[in-house]
T-cell receptor, first 120, second 110 residues
Framework: NAGVTQTPKFQVLKTGQSMTLQCAQD?????MSWYRQDPGMGLRLIHY???????DQGEVPNGYNVSRSTTEDFPLRLLSAAPSQTSVYFC???????????????????FGAGSRLTVL | EDQVTQSPEALRLQEGESSSLNCSYT??????LFWYRQDPGKGPEFLFT???AGEEKEKERLKATLTKKESFLHITAPKPEDSATYLC???????????FGKGTRLSVIA
């Protein structure tokens, strides 16, 4: 299994350009999410989805759009790139971890390898 | 609001020198506390899930423990290959998304 696949791995944009970061998973996970990771800030949630056709905002959603037309794919769109969006972006998906035969509802995330974006 | 604080920010150990990493948390109805390992240039990798106070999990030189307010990741006789950033995350009730701490960067020197 490929797990969670992110493309591209590296991208340089100019301020105002738009682009889409791709994320695909082959584990039939219902839950998918996008994080950004900045030095000293940890992982911050941008958007997430609990299933096809359902998306919701995380902690830092401004400047980003998402859609979930299939279970497998969850692209992240930057509408008009800004230098503040320079970051490493991680896509993650999950199943529900079952404990003692009872679903705990806790989501164990599987992460992609990341996409490093620089906005000049 | 769910919060996670990890300490120390960075830790430097000699090979074989045991130590612990701390994760303090506040959450409304804990569904799970997670530990991840992240190597430079890679995505985080899952290590453990803990569900209730008193629970412990072990994997090789790592042991995670949980109380009602914090979790510890104990590293026994670490090796240079244990060098990584260790992330703690919590998930609260209502199926809320995971909240991550900022991580502890561990360096183990031979």
């Amino acid at each position: 299994n490929a797990g969670v696949t992110q493309t591209p791995k590296f991208q340089v944009l100019k301020t105002g350009q738009s682009m889409t970061l791709q994320c695909a998973q082959d584990m039939n996970h219902e839950y998918m999410s996008w994080y950004r990771q900045d030095p000293g800030m940890g992982l911050r949630l941008i958007h997430y989805s609990v299933g096809a056709g359902i998306t919701d905002q995380g902690e830092v959603p401004n400047g980003y759009n998402v859609s979930r037309s299939t279970t497998e794919d969850f692209p992240l769109r930057l509408l008009s790139a800004a230098p503040s969006q320079t970051s490493v972006y991680f896509c993650a998906s999950s199943y529900r971890l079952t404990r003692a035969g009872i679903s705990s509802g806790a989501n164990v995330l599987t992460f992609g390898a990341g996409s490093r974006l620089t906005v000049l | 609001e769910d919060q996670v604080t990890q300490s120390p920010e960075a830790l430097r150990l000699q090979e074989g020198e045991s130590s612990s990493l701390n994760c303090s948390y506040t959450v409304s109805g804990l569904r799970g506390l997670f530990w991840y390992r992240q190597d430079p240039g890679k995505g985080p990798e899952f290590l453990f899930t803990l569900y209730s106070a008193g629970e412990e999990k072990e994997k090789e030189r790592l042991k995670a423990t949980l109380t009602k307010k914090e979790s510890f990741l104990h590293i026994t006789a670490p090796k240079p290959e244990d060098s990584a950033t260790y992330l703690c995350a919590v998930q609260g009730s209502g199926n809320t998304p995971l909240v991550f701490g900022k991580g502890t960067r561990l360096s183990v020197i031979a």
